[in-house]
């Protein structure tokens, strides 16, 4: 499970997307072609119980992003689990927005839509996702950069989208850094 939320952290994200304050935008003139090859998962924020019980072990890992023939994302993250790499392969479907996507968890079943929010393409993306489970919303919201290091505005505006989303400062992690299983994929 740690591996399919880091996955949907790999751009993620879920079923509803709605803000208070209206929905949550797509990445204007979404260019996949841009978005794809190496990230690495910066911060995480939900409100998910199984993120809360999960979050004190968590650390970055690294996600590679491909295009596959139909149009959609394959994305495989690698992430340290205990002492070992873990990898996970997930599957984004495209709709009909460009930068939507849509993810069905091989785990819980839960079908999820994700969205690139924003990003430049060479140095973060932001994403978004919600999905419904008995009758529950869970938001996700998902900060990666094309390095390890992101400057502090970026990380700053992660955890101000996070917070305009719902989720409180509790439910906001910057994961800490690692060297370990970021140059297995």
Same mark, same amino acid.
């Given at each position: 499970?740690?591996?399919?939320? @880091?996955?949907?952290?790999?751009?993620? !994200?879920?079923?509803?997307?709605?803000?208070?304050?209206?929905?949550?935008?797509?990445?204007?003139?979404?260019? %996949?072609?841009?978005?794809?090859?190496?990230?690495?998962?910066?911060?995480? #924020?939900?409100? /998910?119980?199984?993120?809360?019980?999960?979050?004190?072990?968590?650390?970055? @890992?690294?996600?590679?992003? =491909?295009?596959?023939?139909?149009? /959609?994302?394959?994305?495989?993250?690698?992430?340290?689990? #205990?002492?070992?790499?873990?990898?996970?392969?997930?599957?984004?479907?495209?709709?009909?927005?460009?930068?939507?996507?849509?993810?069905?968890?091989?785990? =819980?079943?839960?079908?999820?839509?994700?969205?690139?929010?924003?990003?430049?393409?060479?140095?973060? #993306?932001?994403?978004?996702?919600?999905?419904?489970?008995?009758?529950?919303?869970?938001?996700?919201? =998902?900060?990666?950069?094309?390095?390890?290091? !992101?400057?502090?505005?970026?990380?700053?505006?992660?955890?101000?989208? #996070?917070?305009?989303?719902?989720?409180? /400062?509790? %439910?906001?992690?910057?994961?800490?850094?690692?060297?370990?299983?970021?140059?297995?994929?």
């Amino acid at each position: 499970m740690r591996s399919s939320f @880091c996955s949907l952290g790999a751009l993620v !994200l879920l079923l509803g997307l709605v803000r208070v304050r209206g929905e949550v935008p797509v990445q204007v003139d979404f260019q %996949q072609d841009q978005f794809t090859g190496r990230w690495f998962s910066i911060g995480f #924020a939900s409100n /998910s119980r199984w993120f809360q019980e999960k979050k004190s072990g968590m650390k970055m @890992c690294s996600t590679v992003v =491909s295009p596959t023939a139909e149009g /959609s994302l394959e994305v495989i993250s690698t992430y340290p689990k #205990a002492d070992k790499c873990e990898t996970r392969k997930s599957l984004f479907v495209q709709t009909e927005q460009p930068g939507r996507f849509s993810y069905t968890s091989s785990y =819980s079943g839960t079908t999820s839509d994700v969205r690139v929010v924003e990003t430049n393409y060479n140095e973060y #993306a932001l994403l978004m996702g919600q999905k419904v489970k008995d009758g529950q919303t869970f938001t996700m919201v =998902s900060l990666y950069g094309r390095t390890k290091h !992101l400057r502090p505005e970026l990380v700053e505006k992660f955890t101000r989208f #996070a917070l305009e989303q719902g989720l409180n /400062s509790e %439910q906001i992690l910057i994961l800490p850094r690692t060297d370990l299983c970021m140059e297995s994929i």
